[in-house]
């Protein structure tokens, strides 16, 4: 009796031990996983925030150049005219800009998408 009492133990432990296992599987397979998204969402980040800034810094360039070719264009018969165009389009600009910026930031995509895909694919093949 006390063998097949072992074999029984045995067996239990056994699958406790395989079970543990492929628990710590699954979580070290998703933290890498989270690890590696982390990663490429900070490199993304930091490529945007690079490319912006320098989008920004040659549009102000550019706007800056064309106004003074508008201005200088229209001095001489339409100052004022010209001058307040100027400005009515600036402010439609900034506008539009703010409205898309807001729009931008409440947006609720997440970031780390694929990593909570994989959580719910586990719990729905964990669970009966």
Sequence with gaps: MSIG?????TGTSS???RLGAAV?????SHVELFGIELQEQKSRTVSLLLFA???LVFALLLL???SALVMILVWDTYRLT???SLCVFYT???GFCGVRLK???FDESTPFHATLEELANDRERLLP
């Design 24 to 28: 710590l599987g699954l979580l070290h």
């Design 92 to 94: 439609l600009a900034a």
């Design 64 to 66: 800056v150049g064309l």
């Design 5 to 9: 009492e072992t074999g029984s133990s």
């Design 82 to 84: 010209g001058i307040i």
């Design 103 to 105: 729009a931008a930031i």
């Design 53 to 55: 800034g320098l989008a």
């Design 15 to 17: 699958t406790s031990r």
